[in-house]
């Protein structure tokens, strides 16, 4: 779904004769609403595509291929997010238009569309990429030609460009605060870490066993199954075999559907919590692929269930559905990315210019009390400020959320003692 | 005492161990069982394989769906009626497949390839478009979802059981169609040479397309049965089709025995090296040992032996 540009050849004479007749009427009428605002040539000084009525920014994620699966909720968060500020007078008092391209599952792909988007379009801002192998891809384009990217995902921290908002919690975030959460409230004392077998689950698990490891607790297993693995008989047999009080699950895909479809076949009821299980990389999209019914009793932790009972969440609940159909669901990257956009209007507003510069130099201390997940507030590292959550997985797909943390908590992409 | 664990431990865990070897054995076999038809008897490498398999899952879950809309007192038991269908469904799309494209390219063994790998893109833009990218979740009967527990350790699952069940019967009534029926005859005859099959009033065209529908069809009974234990996504077939190839080759291209004893060794050396090392170090050590033994059996464990 690319969006569409009027050729001015395609254009009939007649029309475009009444279109030039119709224009010094046009920008009579909207003048006295510009009139506060910034003038373009002070806005836009390296020739971004903004003129006195809009803005362009891109939407770069997959929506064919592997990746099409987790993509498809983040694309429809920010065309949301786009639409609401649209409705709200825009940015600067500029429409926002976006430009679609599709990184087809495809690092180099995605690079190559990144470019277009800063090259040719000339767009102020891209929402995009998902996996980390994605946003590696694009992060020499964005840094060479300098772009701006809002990038979704929870990730695994490690990194800071000054190109890049990260929206999502990088995994200090968190991970810490379920541990701690799972060590105080259900004691307890044993953990076998599971995940599938790249960069993020690998990264996490580190940080995972450093910090089960300094609270003086044991960690009874750690492995790795290819991505896409289906068969996961063997493990759950070590696992019986161990007995550990958590099972910490990263797995991802594909494999996240066998793997807990065949724990519920081999017996272990999580209802139970005997042992319990916790993951950070199920959220509400991949319980629908899951079944409520395969993963109702284990936990998750994040910072945004579905289920918030805020005002915030619960308005922006509605307007997705409304959108994008009642079966919608929303995980948390979803919502992370749905915080891109207006995090960009907010510091495109604060610098009173669209220039990738100023907009970079004023996103620091950018605060947003309408966010979903609550309050949110972008760190000096680019990335956001933000409390996590354990959510308890119910039958029907959805979480509960039984814990918050009281403090929102400082994104440290780089933690020390960690590594 | 054997290291940590008590002796009962111990043999329940070898016991659990033993059958979650015997589960992969028959899932693989299942997922070979129509690849290794298709390429033994035909010569036609089907990339698509994996997205068969995903027709038979949509199916099943289309039937999921049917049934506890419409026909809720029957929700028990709507599996077998959803892999009659998926067995239809894949065996039809099979058929018309063979028509429409593989026909015209019996005597280019890499056109095949490459013309069903575009097959395969293209199915799972279909099931993408039809059923959004996302995957879907499918409703198993709660009798499905269940394990035995045989002693307070032991807990064996009814899907592994299930899955069981029906490679041994599938496997059976591949063997009889082939080795006991009239058409398993007509079938190995034009295999063995066509134009004499041809000669004697064997319409080899037809055999042709009978041959690849029922690949297809085992293929799509096989995505049915893996909904119980796998997730149903446009591109879900992807993870299937490398330990499918692995096993055809492994096992000799035209021999149905080979494909069983490669998928026995491969799925015993995977789940005993999984249990004792980990999930990725298991994937390579079964790869290293395939490779090596292929280099010195290019031609696979069994090969069948005619004139050419």
């Given at each position: 779904m690319r969006q569409k540009t009027i050729s001015p050849f395609s254009i009939t004479r007649r029309a475009l004769l009444a279109g030039i007749a119709v224009l010094p009427a046009l920008s009579f009428a909207s003048a006295p609403l510009r009139a506060q605002e910034v003038a373009t040539a002070d806005a836009n000084t390296t020739g971004l595509a903004v003129t006195d009525d809009t803005v362009k920014v891109g939407i770069l994620h997959s929506i064919t291929g592997t990746m099409a699966i987790s993509e498809t909720g983040s694309v429809e968060a920010e065309k949301l997010a786009i639409d609401q500020i649209?409705?709200?007078?825009?940015?600067?008092?500029?429409?926002?238009?976006?430009?679609?391209?599709d990184g087809a599952s495809d690092w180099p792909t995605f690079a190559e569309k990144a470019k277009k988007l800063l090259?040719?379009?000339?767009?102020?801002?891209?929402?995009?990429?998902?996996?980390?192998?994605?946003?590696?891809?694009?992060l020499p384009v964005f840094e060479q030609y300098n772009g701006m990217l809002y990038y979704p995902t929870f990730y695994e921290g490690l990194e800071e460009s000054p190109n890049v908002i990260y929206t999502g919690q990088e995994a200090t975030q968190q991970i810490i605060a379920g541990i701690d959460w799972v060590v105080r409230e259900k004691g307890a004392k044993s953990f076998y870490l599971l995940g599938s077998d790249y960069i993020w689950p690998r990264t996490a698990n580190k940080i995972a066993r450093?910090?089960?490891?300094?609270?003086?607790?044991?960690?009874?297993?750690?492995?790795?199954?290819?991505?896409?693995?289906?068969?996961?008989?063997?493990?759950?047999?070590?696992?019986?075999?161990?007995?550990?009080?958590?099972?910490?699950?990263?797995?991802?895909?594909?494999?996240?559907?066998?793997?807990?479809?065949?724990?519920?076949?081999a017996g272990i009821d999580m209802a139970k919590e005997k042992p319990l299980l916790l993951t950070i990389s199920v959220t509400e999209d991949e319980v629908l692929g899951i079944g409520g019914e395969n993963i109702a009793g284990a936990y998750a932790s994040m910072k945004y269930f579905e289920s918030l009972p805020n005002d915030n969440n619960k308005a922006f609940v509605a307007a997705f559905k409304e959108k994008w159909g009642a079966d919608s669901v929303i995980g948390d990257v979803t919502q992370a990315a749905y915080l891109g956009p207006w995090l960009w209007k907010a510091a495109v507003e604060k610098a009173g210019s669209f220039d990738i510069d100023k907009v970079r130099a004023a996103s620091p201390g950018i605060e947003l009390t309408t966010a979903p997940e609550g309050y949110v507030r972008i760190h000096e590292n680019h990335h956001l400020w933000s409390r996590t959550r354990i959510g308890h997985a119910r039958d029907d797909g959805q979480f509960d959320v039984v814990f918050e943390t009281k403090d929102l908590i400082e994104p440290n992409p780089f933690p020390e003692g960690y590594q | 005492m054997i290291g940590d664990y008590t002796y009962t431990e111990f043999t329940s865990i070898l016991a659990m161990q033993g059958f979650a070897g015997l589960t992969l054995f028959s899932v693989f076999v299942l997922m070979a069982l129509g690849l290794a038809i298709i390429f033994g008897q035909m010569g036609v490498i089907n990339m698509a394989h994996g997205e068969f398999m995903i027709l038979g899952a949509y199916v099943t879950y289309l039937c999921s769906q049917f049934f506890s809309e419409y026909l809720p007192s029957l929700f028990s038991i709507y599996f077998f009626f959803a892999m009659i269908l998926a067995f239809a469904a894949s065996f039809l799309l099979g058929m018309l497949v063979e028509w429409g494209l593989i026909r015209f390219l019996y005597r280019r063994p890499l056109d095949t390839l490459l013309a069903?790998?575009?097959?395969?893109?293209?199915?799972?833009?279909?099931?993408?478009?039809?059923?959004?990218?996302?995957?879907?979740?499918?409703?198993?009967?709660?009798?499905?979802?269940?394990?035995?527990?045989?002693?307070?350790?032991?807990?064996?699952?009814?899907?592994?059981?299930?899955v069981m069940g029906l490679t041994i019967l599938i496997t059976l009534g591949v063997y009889f169609a082939m080795f006991r029926s009239t058409w398993g005859k007509s079938m190995r005859a034009v295999v063995q040479n066509r134009t004499m099959a041809g000669a004697v009033g064997i319409n080899t065209k037809m055999v042709d397309r009978m041959t690849f529908g029922l690949g297809c069809g085992i293929a799509g009974i096989?995505?049915?049965?893996?909904?119980?234990?796998?997730?149903?996504?446009?591109?879900?077939?992807?993870?299937?089709?490398?330990?499918?190839?692995?096993?055809?080759?492994?096992?000799?291209?035209?021999?149905l025995i080979g494909t069983i004893a490669s998928a026995f060794s491969i799925s015993q050396a995977q789940s005993t090296i999984e249990f004792f090392l980990s999930g990725s170090m298991a994937k390579v050590l079964t790869l290293l040992t395939v490779v090596g033994i292929l280099m010195l059996r290019p031609q696979g464990l069994f090969t069948l032996k005619i004139r050419r």
């Open positions: 649209n409705a709200a007078g825009g940015v600067l008092g500029r429409k926002i238009e976006y430009i679609q391209e090259v040719e379009d000339k767009t102020a801002a891209v929402f995009g990429c998902w996996t980390s192998a994605s946003r590696k891809a694009v450093k910090h089960i490891e300094k609270l003086g607790l044991k960690v009874s297993g750690e492995e790795y199954y290819p991505l896409g693995h289906t068969q996961f008989n063997s493990v759950i047999n070590k696992i019986k075999l161990k007995k550990p009080d958590v099972i910490y699950a990263i797995v991802v895909g594909g494999s996240n559907v066998a793997f807990y479809k065949q724990l519920k076949a | 069903t790998w575009g097959l395969s893109l293209i199915l799972q833009q279909a099931y993408r478009s039809i059923f959004g990218a996302r995957e879907v979740g499918v409703t198993l009967p709660d009798w499905l979802m269940g394990s035995i527990a045989l002693t307070d350790i032991i807990e064996i699952p009814i899907n592994g059981l299930f096989a995505g049915s049965a893996f909904t119980m234990i796998g997730s149903t996504g446009p591109t879900a077939g992807q993870l299937y089709i490398v330990d499918t190839f692995l096993i055809v080759v492994f096992g000799g291209a035209s021999s």
